[in-house]
């Protein structure tokens, strides 16, 4: 028998495969040793948080809403209205007392104590005397204050007419006279006070409610217009010595009267 020598191609052949079946063995073996075989599917099991019901939350009722109360303002004690008053009322908004028609009138003066009359603001720049007259540039009376329209009004030219003093007695036309020679008298009505009795170029000041004067001298008559005054010489709390009406010349009204 012949014999064979060396390789031919079909056992190169057979070799080439061999070889590739082992290296593809060794690949699949590799593989199943690295990973391992899939573990077959598990069931997830899901812890499930325990749900605790939340206890309710107490119910607090709203708190009612406070009342806030206006505290009511604090009372000012307010000095007596001035004479005459008809009409008259405190308002705290205008700080004062208004007339019947609501027009401020009177102010509380600067010690909270009485009243002073309101001045229109066409008036302000004009001296004060006292808390009842205006003056003029020359320093004359120009207004003085009514308290029973309750109103500045302008002092008239002064009549300067003869006005003979008649005797007390025959001075039928003036009021009946009150006030006594050496006693005081009370201012009841704002008045002039006068260097002589009569109406004339001769005002010193104005006296105010509730002055008090000495009555040093007899009286006198001047008659005026219908009726006529009765002057009386006086004495003020400074020395000084002046005259002024005890009434209006109708004797409606009283300017003085005895200290009671």
């Known amino acids: 028998m012949q014999k064979k020598q060396g390789f031919i191609g079909y056992d190169w052949f057979k070799l080439i ?18 990973c391992g075989a899939p573990e ?14 939340a206890e ?26 001035p004479e005459p008053n008809a009409g008259l009322e405190y308002d705290a908004a205008k700080g ?9 009138v009177y102010r509380l003066n600067e010690n909270g104590g009485g009243w002073t009359p309101v001045i229109p603001d066409e008036m302000a ?15 004359n009376p120009a207004y003085t204050w009514d308290a029973e329209s309750q109103s500045w009004v302008a ?17 039928t036309t003036a009021a009946p006279s009150r006030l006594v020679v050496g006693e005081k008298a009370e201012v009841l009505r704002n008045v002039n006070f006068r260097a002589w009795p ?13 002055t008090q004067l000495k009555v040093t001298g007899e009286a006198v008559c001047v008659p005026h217009g219908d009726g006529a005054y009765l002057w009386w010489q006086l004495e003020r709390e400074d020395g000084t010595l002046g005259w002024s009406a005890e009434a209006t010349n109708s004797g409606q009204h009283y300017f003085l009267g005895p200290v009671e």
Request: glycine share 6%.
């Open 17 to 34: 495969v061999a070889i590739l079946l082992l290296i593809a063995i060794f690949f699949l073996w590799q593989s199943s040793v690295c």
């Open 40 to 53: 077959p599917d598990m069931p997830v099991v899901v812890e499930m948080e325990e749900v605790v019901a």
């Open 56 to 81: 309710p939350e107490p119910t607090v009722a709203p708190a009612a809403e406070e009342t806030l109360v206006d505290e009511a303002p604090a009372e000012v004690e307010l000095p007596p209205f």
């Open 96 to 104: 004062g007392l208004v007339n019947a028609d609501g027009e401020l």
């Open 125 to 139: 720049a004009m001296p004060l005397e006292g808390e009842w007259t205006l003056l003029s540039e020359d320093g």
């Open 155 to 171: 002092v008239l030219a002064e009549e300067t007419a003869a006005e003979a003093p008649a005797a007390v007695a025959e001075c």
């Open 198 to 210: 009569g109406i004339s170029n001769n005002w010193l000041k104005t006296s105010t409610i509730g």
